[in-house]
């Protein structure tokens, strides 16, 4: 077993990597549900919600991507990420992820932003059980996406 740094590090990048792969219709949203715990809860500006990992996680997610490749989401990617131990099995994730944008004729469009992930090990595995985002539908507005 690698360093906390190391694990955590590469479940994002292989999150990252299939998050890539569904935007570009190469994976199934499904193969991505394996980060999640069976229940978690986020927060945004927009309120809180609780949810289940299970077929309405799939179809919330399905039409999350659907709607990216819609504003014409390219990709997304991990600039930098920051662990927190809360305690030996809960960690508190920072990741800074870039986005970026093909809209009309315009050059890409690159947006930075961060995402605070509660993540539990389970088994030894990371588990996502709940994250921390900003106003994602202001920061696009502000580019003219969407």
Known sequence: ??????????????????????????????????????????????????????????????????????????????RDLKITPIDALHFLVRVDWRSVYEVDERPDIVIDFEVHYLVQLHNGEPRIFGWVSGDEEAVLREHGIG
Not at 14 to 23: C, G, H, K
């Open 1 to 78: 077993m690698g360093t906390m740094d190391e694990i955590f590090r590469g479940f994002f990048a292989r999150y990252e990597e299939m998050a890539n792969r569904v935007l570009a219709s190469d994976m199934d949203v499904a193969e991505t549900t394996f980060a999640f715990a069976s229940d978690f809860i986020a927060a945004s500006p927009a309120g809180v919600m609780t949810g289940k990992n299970d077929e309405s996680l799939k179809t919330s997610m399905e039409k999350g991507y659907a709607r990216y490749r819609a504003i014409g989401t390219r990709e997304l990617k991990i």
